[in-house]
Structures are given as structure tokens and as C-alpha cells.
């Protein structure tokens, strides 16, 4: 396979990813998550992101191979004598945009995870606690009441 059919495929999984991606981000801006929906979700783009490592080996194998170095400047070298340095460039900035989009839902995933600890820290504390006195009146209730007395 050519790099410039390999770099083909790697793109298509890349803009798949990206999808994945962008789904993610809008399930997570829901009102409320679909929990299930989320988790597939997380699972293709777990099989993406490993499909997406394998093809980087891959070209990475052959581009040593081939002679280049295994850097960023062997990558530019050896796609500009396979006729496709766009193509490579619009995988890095594809890349750049996954990893922001991975970023930014991950820090979702995360203040909701905060938010969702906040009010279960406050649930227990509240079951803690005697909500109705032996009268069958809410505590704050009765607090109330006695107070107008």
C-alpha cells in the first residue's frame, strides 16, 4: 500500500473519530445524558483510537524503512515525496482538532462528575439526618412553628 492510500485510510478513521468526537460532545450537553448511548459511544471511540494507533505503527514502520527519521520532519520529507503533504497536514490538523474536542469533553465529563458528587455528598448527609420528628411534621417544619409560638 502506498503512504498516500495509507494516509487515505488513516484520515478516514480520523474523521470518523472526529465524529465519534462530536457525538460525544452532544450527548454530554444534553439535559439529561443517556448513559447507554454514551457508553457505546466511548466504546467506538476506544476501537477507533487503537485502529487509529495501529495505522500509526504502521506508517511509522515503513517510513523507517524507507529511510526517513522517526520524527516530525521525516514525516513532512515523506509525504512531500509521496505527492501528499496536504493530505499530511490535513491529518495533523484533523488530530489537533480530536484532541481538543477529547479534551474539551473530558473536562465536561468531569465538572459533571464534580456536580453529580456535590449532590450525592448531599443526599447522604441528608439521610444522615431525621428529615420528620415523631409527629409526622418535617423538621424544618416544626422549627418554624415553634419559632412563631
Not at 4 to 21: I, S, Y
Not at 62 to 83: E, K, M, N, S, W
Not at 125 to 141: C, K, S, T, V
Request: glycine share 8%.
Amino acid at each position: 500500500m502506498s503512504l498516500a492510500a495509507h494516509l487515505r485510510d488513516h484520515r478516514t478513521r480520523l474523521d470518523d473519530l472526529v465524529a465519534l468526537l462530536d457525538q460525544e460532545r452532544r450527548l454530554l450537553a444534553a439535559g439529561r445524558v443517556d448513559g447507554e448511548q454514551l457508553a457505546r459511544v466511548a466504546a467506538r471511540k476506544g476501537e477507533r483510537l487503537a485502529e487509529l494507533e495501529r495505522f500509526e505503527q504502521q506508517r511509522r514502520q515503513v517510513q523507517q524503512r524507507l529511510g526517513y527519521p522517526d520524527d516530525q520532519d521525516g514525516d513532512q520529507r515523506a509525504a512531500a515525496d509521496a505527492g501528499c503533504a496536504a493530505l499530511w497536514h490535513g491529518i495533523l490538523d484533523t488530530a489537533r482538532r480530536a484532541a481538543r474536542l477529547n479534551r474539551d469533553n473530558g473536562t465536561v465529563i468531569g465538572v459533571r462528575m464534580e456536580h453529580n458528587q456535590r449532590l450525592l455528598n448531599v443526599l447522604q448527609e441528608q439521610a444522615g439526618q431525621r428529615l420528620y420528628g415523631p409527629d409526622g411534621q418535617a423538621r424544618g417544619n416544626r422549627r418554624r412553628l415553634d419559632q412563631r409560638a
